[in-house]
């Protein structure tokens, strides 16, 4: 089947909750995403296969030129098959498209080779601080 990739697609928080649970390996939450998105997002990319949401990818931004990358998460069944590397790829061309200079992305140090070799992000000094 065909995956297509959507910015700011329409889903329904239960597909979303689904899919964040399948793919992050925790029960089902009852996060109202549509909210949560809208409030605090530049926008999102959803992608599809069969009518069916098998992956997501938040860009939040700091309303000027920093985008930031969160929750992307790709179905068990469907990884492997880059659909991660194009929601990216997406999630970059859409914050370049309305004048985002950066893009960010902090993760596991098991994502390191997604994150640096296949989607193109360069190393950086960062910090954190556990709230």
């Known amino acids: 089947m065909t995956i297509t990739y959507e910015w700011r697609g ?3 928080n239960a597909s979303l909750n689904a899919l964040h649970a399948d793919g992050f390996g925790h029960p089902v939450a009852q996060t109202d995403w549509r909210t949560r998105l809208e409030r605090h997002s530049l926008g999102w990319v959803c992608a599809w296969e069969g009518g069916s949401l098998i992956g997501f990818v ?3 931004w700091d309303g000027g030129t920093h985008a930031f990358v969160l929750d992307t998460v790709v179905a ?9 590397t194009a929601l990216i790829a997406t ?12 893009l960010h992305v902090d993760f596991e140090e098991h994502l390191r080779s997604f994150y640096f070799d296949a989607c193109g992000f360069e190393k950086t000094t960062a910090g954190l601080i556990a709230l």
């Open 76 to 84: 068990p069944h469907c990884r492997a098959r880059r659909v991660g």
């Open 10 to 12: 329409d889903f329904d």
């Open 58 to 60: 938040n860009v939040v």
């Open 91 to 102: 999630a970059a061309e859409e914050a370049r498209a309305a004048t985002c200079e950066w």
